[in-house]
Antibody
Framework: QVQLKESGPGLVQPSQTLSLTCTVS????????VHWVRQHSGKSLEWMGR???????SYNSAFTSRLSISRDTSKSQVFLKMNSLQTEDTGTYYC?????????????WGQGVMVTVSS | DIQMTQSPASLSASLGETVTIECRASEDIYNGLAWYQQKPGKSPQLLIYNANSLHTGVPSRFSGSGSGTQYSLKINSLQSEDVASYFCQQYYDYPWTFGGGTKLELK
């Protein structure tokens, strides 16, 4: 069955780099895009970027200068790296998938990982 | 960026009632719209895509409609398990953007 699971540190110091991993099962990263979406304290959602099924990436320009998304298809993992973290980056980070040949709506989401940026 | 304005921000309704949530886009999004339900402490779950297509396994009391810049999610015969927050998302133009959410409670 389709699963996505985020993992990473719950606490990051200001100005440091956030590294998260999304481990997927039940589908292939070469057929589906995986996106990163974050949410501040139950408030609205913010799309950050995506890893396409062909290995290309797209980013929200609000994050372009400090966000990087990569993957390891052999491990079924997609990675998020974001540097220069500030307290405003505190929130829950989700990975979600969509089929590249349909609209970019997300039919499966991970459980999310809560990240706090604090010294 | 396309702005998605969702209304109301919160809503209180009785069991069995029909509820409608609206989403207005700052420009035409040509039905590139999805609706999600999020229960406390859980991740969002897809309800509707392409403005009016019901996702697999979603109860038929949920429906989506609209076109252009105006879209709505309707819940017929409200059930207790429908208590949640609801978000719209446009995927017509990058970056994908979400509405501010509607928190639905029972009266």
């Amino acid at each position: 069955q389709v699963q996505l699971k985020e993992s990473g540190p719950g606490l990051v110091q200001p100005s440091q780099t956030l590294s998260l991993t999304c481990t997927v099962s039940g589908f292939s990263l070469t057929s589906y895009s995986v996106h990163w979406v974050r949410q501040h304290s139950g408030k609205s959602l913010e799309w950050m970027g995506r890893m396409w099924s062909d290995g290309d990436t797209s980013y929200n320009s609000a994050f372009t200068s400090r966000l990087s998304i990569s993957r390891d298809t052999s491990k079924s993992q997609v990675f998020l790296k974001m540097n220069s973290l500030q307290t405003e980056d505190t929130g829950t980070y989700y990975c979600a998938r969509n089929f590249d040949y349909s609209g970019d709506y997300f039919d499966y989401w991970g459980q999310g990982v809560m990240v706090t940026v604090s010294s | 960026d396309i702005q998605m304005t969702q209304s109301p921000a919160s809503l209180s309704a009785s069991l069995g009632e029909t509820v409608t949530i609206e989403c207005r886009a700052s420009e035409d999004i040509y039905n590139g719209l999805a609706w999600y339900q999020q229960k406390p402490g859980k991740s969002p779950q897809l309800l509707i895509y392409n403005a009016n297509s019901l996702h697999t396994g979603v109860p038929s009391r949920f429906s989506g409609s609209g076109s252009g810049t105006q879209y709505s999610l309707k819940i017929n015969s409200l059930q207790s398990e429908d208590v949640a927050s609801y978000f719209c998302q446009q995927y017509y133009d990058y970056p994908w953007t979400f509405g501010g959410g509607t928190k639905l409670e029972l009266k």
